[in-house]
């Protein structure tokens, strides 16, 4: 049996009063439901330490990746360093070719304060206070398009 059918079995002895031995049937149901629930803390416990450690992996592996991917920043700039001081654009080989081209060109911005006006783009962000929200709700306040959700939530210690 699962811990839905023991809460339901539980709920249902409430409704029999004849039967001589509700309590220890009661009994019984509840202690296969306190083997259930340290089964339940056991199982969540074990998935918890393994998603600790996934997260140390991923944050191991992300390192790895910047380090990659540093080391391949440097590659190619010491590349095209050397291939600039030889005066050279291109090279052939038999894994694949390299060469230099120019970017496109960009705004290099030294002083935002000297830009002209025509040229600052003004972005306005508008965003829900709920906590301000909330507090107005419980002290009574009557705001039309919300409502105070709550719910409830499981702790495992």
């Known amino acids: ?28 149901i509840e ?20 998603i600790a450690a996934i997260d140390t ?12 991917q540093n080391n391949i920043s ?7 360093e050397c ?14 070719n390299i060469s230099i081209r120019k970017t496109p060109p960009s705004v290099n911005v030294l002083d935002e304060n000297l830009i002209p ?3 600052i783009e003004t972005k306005q962000v508008m965003s829900i206070d709920k906590k301000l929200i909330l507090g107005d709700l419980k002290d009574g306040l009557v705001i039309p398009g919300v409502e105070i959700k709550q719910g409830t939530s499981l702790t495992i210690k």
Do not use: F, H, P, W
């Not at 049996?1 to 509700?22: C, F, R």
């Not at 592996?61 to 990659?68: A, D, N, T, V």
């Not at 440097?74 to 095209?80: D, F, G, H, Q």
């Open 117 to 119: 006006l025509e040229y």
């Open 1 to 28: 049996m699962n811990l839905y059918e023991l809460s339901a079995d539980l709920m249902s002895l409430n409704d029999i009063e004849d039967v001589e031995d509700v309590e220890v049937i009661r009994e019984i």
């Open 57 to 68: 992996e991923i944050k191991r592996l992300q390192e790895l990746k910047k380090i990659k």
């Open 74 to 80: 440097r590659l190619k700039e010491y590349t095209k």
């Open 83 to 96: 291939m600039e001081i030889r005066g050279v654009k291109k090279l052939e080989t038999s894994l694949g």
């Open 31 to 50: 202690q296969q439901i306190q083997t259930k629930s340290t089964g339940i803390i056991a199982v969540v416990r074990n998935l918890e330490s393994n």
